[in-house]
């Protein structure tokens, strides 16, 4: 059974950090591309961060040098470490797994994990 599970969203202050975990099972993760994707309330989800099987890495305009992805093959895992946070950083953030390919097309997602930056 594939399984995406992020955990790590919650309250945080502005300029705070979080750092968001997705743990998968089911799939062979090492061969599969990873990325994070964030929901604001009434918009489509929009790619925040991705690292291919090989770990190269792209991020949305927004979010570089605040944002780092990275992944632990051995734990199934990929994590989004956020710095810097912003109001606007303010989303319901989603894991999903891709193909192999780079660019990847993303098909397995998580549930999601929101993530609050307010004073």
């Known amino acids: 059974q594939v399984q995406l599970v992020e955990s790590g969203g919650g309250l945080v202050q502005p300029g705070g950090s979080l750092r968001l975990s997705c743990a998968t099972s089911?799939?062979?993760?090492?061969?599969?591309?990873m990325a994070w994707y964030r929901q604001f309330p009434g918009k489509q989800r929009e790619l925040v961060a991705a690292?291919?099987?090989?770990?190269?890495?792209n991020y949305t305009d927004s979010v570089k040098g605040r944002f780092t992805i990275s992944r632990d093959n051995a734990k199934n895992t990929v994590y989004l470490q956020m710095n810097s946070l912003k109001p606007e950083d303010t989303a319901d953030y989603y894991c999903a797994a891709g193909g192999t390919s780079w660019p990847a097309q993303y098909d397995l997602w998580g549930r999601g994990t929101q993530v609050i930056v307010s004073s």
């Open positions: 089911g799939i062979v993760f090492s061969l599969r591309a």
């Open positions: 690292i291919s099987r090989g770990g190269n890495r």
